[in-house]
């Protein structure tokens, strides 16, 4: 229902476009600094922990770069990182629109005779949706580079062998895969969280009520898309 | 003009609104009065379309909003501008920006023509450029109210809305914002309607008056007949207030 009145054309093409990079930047760009705080520590963690936590004579030292590579692509990049946009993003969408609810501004754009659905929810996932790929490259990007400053930097292994793991057996179509993904959950976070905030209804405490139930829905419903690509794309 | 025939409302099975029929018109205040939780806003929002009446009819000007098609409800809107309870300012847009949005959406106005308008609309809620490049959690609420009165009156509406533009204002700015609804009204003769509870604002600007009390018309007559009707309600409801039991007094003395 709420979809159909998204995605119907709109009354000002040119007013509803115009909004989509707005969201763009308050949406993605601002969510850049928490992802690449959290992507290069997790680099820098999971790299140490594999090398210190594997001793083991017969897996090659490489292996640790490979993993680091795999599990980034595979999964952090996009479900872990969708998880903490989640709670950043969804509860800003959920609470911006609540509050818009409460305080009847959504009446006043449905007065004007503007399908408010459609005006405010599109921005906001097209806006996601169309960073999502930027935030991955990102995510992926940092997390090796963080993975390389510990060979870099400290004893644990060499630089060659912690490249040569970064690209034994590489398969883009991993990277294809994560893009997908998180596009994927990009649309359930906002169309979830943009659902919970146009909905709610009462005071304050609606809106509070509205943002939690936005990352919490769309963060078990992100976890179960995750099994349905991964069956599809992967097996 | 709007006429709004024997509407019913209910929430969850429960009736809001009872039968209620009333007529609006063109160049008055028209007020709907009552106590709170009478079903002020809900009339109010039921006639606009925001809340769907379950039976009844609902006449802009002849046109039955309820058996119109989606669209033409939308082509209606524009005619219709509105102030809520709480200004409803789009926070996220600047004082001149939300006079301008309704503007943006839907005039074939060029730019200049556009910037023009919502000056000029700004300019007769008195505000000018100084406060233009404010955002609404900037201003205080009485300014608040007079933009959201600008937003309304950009399109040039034949139909004004106000829920309760007094609440939350000092008596001072209250009688601002009256004054400021009553004259715009007679100046572009539109019809105007306004919920209430305020005995000062019914006295200073209401042409037209309706009383609701649970959900039932209890009274609706002009102002001038408040005094000399003996209708229950009406006469429990507007001598709740001390000071008018006094004038009603002083009124009496003066006939004896
Ligand atoms: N959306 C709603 N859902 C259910 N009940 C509502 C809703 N809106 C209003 N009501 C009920 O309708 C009654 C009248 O409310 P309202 O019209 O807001 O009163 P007021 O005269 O103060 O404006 C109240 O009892 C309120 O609880
Ligand atoms: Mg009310």
């Not at chain 1, 969510?31 to 004579?57: C, D, K, R, Y």
């Not at chain 1, 770069?65 to 800003?92: P, Q």
């Not at chain 2, 009478?38 to 909003?65: F, N, Q, W």
């Amino acid at each position: 229902m709420l979809m159909g009145r998204t995605f119907t054309r709109p009354e000002n093409r040119k007013m509803v476009w115009k909004q989509v990079p707005v969201e763009m930047v308050k949406l993605g760009t601002d969510s850049i600094i928490l992802v690449a705080i959290i992507s290069i520590f997790m680099g820098v963690i999971m790299t140490m922990q594999v090398v210190l936590n594997t001793e083991n004579p017969l897996l090659p030292r490489y292996t640790t770069g490979l993993m680091l590579r795999d599990t980034y692509l595979l999964e952090f990049s996009s479900t872990i990182m969708c998880l903490l946009l989640a709670g950043k993003v969804g509860s800003n969408i959920a609470s911006e629109l609540g509050s818009m609810r409460v305080s009847e501004q959504i009446d006043a754009l449905e007065i004007m005779g503007i399908n408010s659905a459609n005006y405010l929810i599109f921005p906001k996932i097209m806006g996601l949706v169309l960073f999502m790929p930027v935030l991955v490259t990102l995510c992926t990007g940092l997390g090796l580079l963080g993975g390389m400053g510990v060979a870099k930097f400290t004893s644990l292994i060499t630089v060659d062998n912690f490249v040569y793991g970064l690209q034994y057996a590489f398969i883009p179509f991993y990277f294809t895969y994560s893009v997908v993904k998180a596009v994927f959950f990009g649309f359930i976070i906002a169309s979830v969280s943009s659902y919970y905030g146009y909905f709610a209804s009462g005071g304050a405490i609606a809106v509070g009520k509205a943002s939690t139930n936005a990352v919490v829905k769309s963060s078990i419903l992100m976890l179960l898309m995750d099994i349905v690509l991964t069956d599809i794309m992967l097996t | 003009m709007i006429e709004v025939r024997n509407i019913i409302k209910s929430f969850d099975g429960k009736q809001i609104l009872h039968d209620i029929s009333a007529t609006f018109y063109d160049g008055k205040v028209n007020q709907i009065i009552g106590p709170s939780g009478s079903g002020k806003t809900v009339l109010m929002k039921c006639v606009i379309g925001l809340h769907r009446a379950e039976k009844g009819e609902i006449l802009y000007d002849g046109r039955d909003i309820l058996s119109m098609q989606k669209n033409e409800v939308k082509r209606l809107r524009r005619e219709v501008g509105m102030l809520f309870q709480g200004a409803a300012l789009f926070d996220s847009q600047t004082v001149i920006e939300n006079v301008l949005f309704p503007l943006e959406m839907f005039s074939a106005m060029t730019k200049i023509e556009r910037e023009e308008r919502a000056k000029f609309c700004l300019e007769r809620v008195n505000l000018y450029e100084d406060k233009h490049k404010l955002y609404p959690s900037e201003i205080s609420g009485g300014m608040q109210k007079r933009v959201a009165i600008a937003r309304a009156i950009a399109l040039n509406p034949k139909y004004l809305f106000c829920d309760e533009p007094n609440s939350g204002l000092d008596p001072v700015t209250s009688l601002v914002i009256d004054k400021l609804i009553k004259e715009i009204t007679q100046e572009y003769n539109i019809t105007t309607i306004v919920n209430t509870h305020d005995m000062n604002s019914i006295m200073e600007s209401g042409d037209h008056i309706l009383l609701i009390r649970e959900g039932h018309k209890a009274w609706e007559g002009s102002r001038n007949e408040i005094f000399n009707s003996d209708n229950q309600s009406l006469q429990e409801f507007v001598f709740a207030s001390d000071l008018f039991k006094t004038i009603k007094m002083n009124s009496f003395n003066k006939n004896l």
